[in-house]
């Protein structure tokens, strides 16, 4: 069965950084791309951040360019989200999902997530 | 990157279909065969309903089903049952190498 379990979320000052995780379990974490997707209180899902299956390429949102970085590390079968300079606007539940098929067609499935919440 | 124009709310008897619209751009919508669907019930994670325009993974119920015309995504649900309340979103890879997500749809099963 596949398993994604994210932590590192918890509540930071603006400004502060932060560094997810995810931890995979139950496929071949290392021939798949994994997403980072967000949601924030009541509201709709906002994709955050991919990167393919060997770490070599990544994309990011507008919204987190330049403050958060996606990586993974295939050896230990984890996905990581670093996110740094956090604004009030940032806090939300993170999901990482894996790509369902391929790197374009669809997130699935998803983790349980983890809330960040960016507060002073 | 806008965000995809989804209603915020839709409802329906059981038994009954209803369709929830997906709408955005040539540069996504448009112009991709990505085109998902995803069910959200409260306090859970979303799951994947619908790849590839109008692909089901294998244990999604045959009453969901999708389709696209010009910048429009829909997702038809038939027959419907209380289960199927839940919010929905649909997503796009784009033409930027981006993904977007639509703002979501309420579904109430009256």
């Known amino acids: 069965e596949v398993q994604l379990v994210e932590s590192g979320g918890g509540l930071v000052q603006p400004g502060g950084s932060l560094r997810l995780s995810c931890a995979a379990s139950?496929?071949?974490?290392?021939?798949?791309?994994m997403s980072w997707v967000r949601q924030a209180p009541g509201k709709g899902l906002e994709w955050v951040a991919t990167?393919?299956?060997?770490?070599?390429?990544?994309y990011s949102a507008d919204s987190v360019k330049g403050r958060f970085t996606v990586s993974r590390d295939n050896s230990k079968n984890t996905l990581y989200l670093q996110m740094n300079s956090l604004r009030a606007e940032d806090t939300a539940i993170y999901y990482c999902a894996k790509a369902w098929q391929q790197l374009v067609n669809g997130f699935d499935p998803w983790g349980q997530g983890t809330l960040v919440t960016v507060s002073s | 990157q806008s965000a995809l124009t989804q209603p915020a709310s839709v409802s329906g008897s059981p038994g009954q279909s209803i369709t929830i619209s997906c709408t955005g751009t040539s540069s996504d919508v448009g112009g991709s065969n990505y085109v998902s669907w995803y069910q959200q019930h409260p306090g859970k994670a979303p799951k994947l309903m619908i790849y590839?325009?109008?692909k089901r993974p294998s244990g999604v119920s045959y009453r969901f089903s999708g389709s696209k015309s010009g910048n429009t995504a829909s997702l038809t649900i038939s027959g419907l049952q209380a289960e199927d309340e839940a919010d929905y979103y649909c997503s796009s890879y784009t033409s930027a190498r981006t993904w977007v997500f639509g703002g979501g749809t309420k579904l109430t099963v009256l």
């Open positions: 990167i393919i299956y060997s770490g070599g390429v990544t």
């Open positions: 139950g496929f071949t974490f290392a021939t798949y791309a």
């Open positions: 590839d325009v109008s």
